[in-house]
C-alpha cells in the first residue's frame, strides 16, 4: 500500500511538472506572437502606435491569466492530491 501511495505522488509530481511545462511553453509562444503582430501593425501604419499598444496590452494580460490558472489547478494536484484521497478509500472500503 505504501509503494503504490509513493508511486501515485510521484506520477502526480510528473504531471504537474508537464503541466507547467506547457503552460509555459504555451505563455511564451503566446507573447511571442502578440509582439510580432504588434511590430508588423506598426511597420504597416506608424500612427495607430498608441491604439495597438493598448490592444496588445490588453491581449497578453487575458493570455497572462491562463498560466496562472494553470499553476492554481497544478497547486491543488500537489497540495490537495484528490487521487490520494481516491486510493485511500477504495483500499478502505
Known amino acids: 500500500m ?11 509530481a510528473i504531471g504537474v511538472g508537464i503541466i507547467l511545462a506547457a503552460a509555459g511553453l504555451g ?6 506572437m502578440i ?3 504588434y511590430i508588423e501593425g506598426i511597420a504597416r501604419q506608424p500612427e495607430m502606435r498608441p491604439q495597438l499598444m493598448g490592444q ?11 498560466p496562472m490558472i ?9 497540495f490537495a492530491n484528490p487521487f490520494v ?7 478502505a472500503g
Open 85 to 91: 484521497g481516491a486510493f485511500q478509500g477504495a483500499v
Open 35 to 37: 509582439c510580432s503582430k
Open 27 to 32: 505563455s511564451a509562444l503566446g507573447w511571442g
Open 56 to 66: 496588445m496590452l490588453f491581449t497578453g494580460g487575458l493570455m497572462e491569466a491562463f
Open 70 to 78: 494553470v499553476l492554481g489547478i497544478s497547486m491543488w494536484f500537489s
Open 2 to 12: 505504501t509503494e503504490m501511495l509513493a508511486l501515485i505522488y510521484a506520477m502526480t
